[in-house]
């Protein structure tokens, strides 16, 4: 079953303009991660906060975390075509072995 | 670096047909991990690895067979193949499982007919 929900599931903007997209989970999380897809290519791993963590930055990207709501949410500031993809949130739980659960994506659609 | 590589890119198969999807890093990671991408379903996990000669079932395990015998390599075989199984195979690595991001291969898609 999937563990994480992304919203929207599509996203429209302009060159310059803010993206944001939201996450939210199940279970207790050790950590949550985001991942790009460009068309037919594999996920690339973009950022990853922690459960202990509220707000971390890399680049353009800013990406919170509210354990009390089960949430998330990941901001890509003066969007660019070139980021034009899928973005997927993926959780770590904590129990257990060590996996990831991927949500199924929000597609976001950059145009110049 | 190669990264993580996976082989074949593109396979049509018959129904019934047995094939070996392999993936290979050379980065010396201890977890990989399989998952299958459908459309509107996002990643799911078919089977992982901890460590060579670790393996475990993910959400989805049904139909197919891992191994580790070695800890570059983790070959995902499909035992008999079903229209089902129509889907883009992703294998991924990484240090120590989900603490820290995998790398994810380019993925094999699979064609049932």
């Known amino acids: 079953s999937q563990q994480g929900e992304e919203d929207p599931q599509a996203l429209s903007i302009q060159e310059g303009e803010n993206a944001t997209m939201n996450c939210s989970y199940k279970?207790?999380?050790?950590?949550l991660q985001w991942y790009r897809q460009n068309s037919g290519r594999g996920l690339v791993h973009l950022i990853l906060?922690?459960?202990?963590?509220r707000e971390k930055h890399s680049g353009r990207l800013r990406v919170t975390l509210d354990t009390s709501k089960k949430s998330s949410s990941l901001l890509i500031t003066a969007s660019r075509a070139a980021d034009t993809a899928s973005y997927f949130c993926a959780t770590e739980g904590n129990s257990g072995y060590s996996t990831l659960t991927f949500g199924k994506g929000t597609m976001l659609l950059v145009s110049p | 670096n190669a990264g993580v590589t996976q082989t074949p890119k593109f396979q049509v198969l018959k129904t019934g047909q047995s094939m070996t999807l392999q993936c290979a890093q050379d980065?010396?990671?201890?977890?990989m991990s399989w998952y299958r991408q459908d459309p509107g379903m996002g990643l799911r996990l078919i089977h992982y690895?901890?460590?060579?000669?670790?393996?475990d079932q993910g959400e989805v395990p049904n139909g197919y067979n891992v191994s580790r015998s070695t800890t570059e390599d983790f070959p995902l075989r499909l035992l008999s193949a079903a229209p089902s199984q129509t889907s883009v195979y992703f294998c991924?690595?990484?240090?120590?499982?989900?603490?820290?991001?995998?790398?994810f291969g380019s993925g094999t898609r699979l064609t049932v007919v």
């Open positions: 980065m010396n990671h201890e977890y």
């Open positions: 906060i922690r459960s202990n963590e």
């Open positions: 279970t207790s999380i050790n950590n």
């Open positions: 991924a690595s990484s240090p120590q499982g989900g603490s820290y991001g995998y790398t």
């Open positions: 690895s901890v460590g060579a000669g670790i393996t």
